[in-house]
Nanobody, 121 residues
Framework: QVQLVESGGGLVQAGGSLRLSCAAS????????MGWFRQAPGKEREFVAS??????????YYADSVKGRFTISRDDAKNTVYLRMNILQPQDTAVYYC????????????WGQGTQVTVSS
């Protein structure tokens, strides 16, 4: 497992932007699929985006609700994954969690503590 620490959350007006960061420990960071999830009050945690290496290229996936607005990226030299969030809406308000899945795992086994994102209307 890896240790994950998120940062970058905060309060922003609708239409604004934020960039979340997730710093990971471990020497094999590049082998992990990294994901972002979120949980709004009273709702279940939901998938937001993921990023992994596929052969020599990066593969990314997004929830339909964030496609075209959010961008996930990674810097393996810094053991960090980012989530750039643009055109934020009040429905994006949630605690955002970073997660890691090892190359042999079928589910995410490491989770950060979460960072709050609040979008005001």
């Amino acid at each position: 497992q890896v240790q994950l620490v998120e940062s970058g959350g905060g309060l922003v007006q609708a239409g604004g932007s934020l960039r979340l960061s997730c710093a990971a420990s471990g020497r094999t960071f590049s082998a992990y699929t990294m994901g972002w999830f979120r949980q709004a009050p009273g709702k279940e945690r939901e998938f937001v985006a993921s990023i992994s290496w596929s052969w020599s290229s990066v593969s990314t996936y997004y929830a339909d609700s964030v496609k075209g607005r959010f961008t996930i990226s990674r810097d393996d030299a810094k053991n960090t994954v980012y989530l750039r969030m643009n055109i934020l809406q009040p429905q994006d308000t949630a605690v955002y969690y970073c997660a890691a899945k090892g190359p042999t795992m079928t589910s995410y086994e490491s989770w950060g503590q979460g960072t709050q994102v609040t979008v005001s209307s």
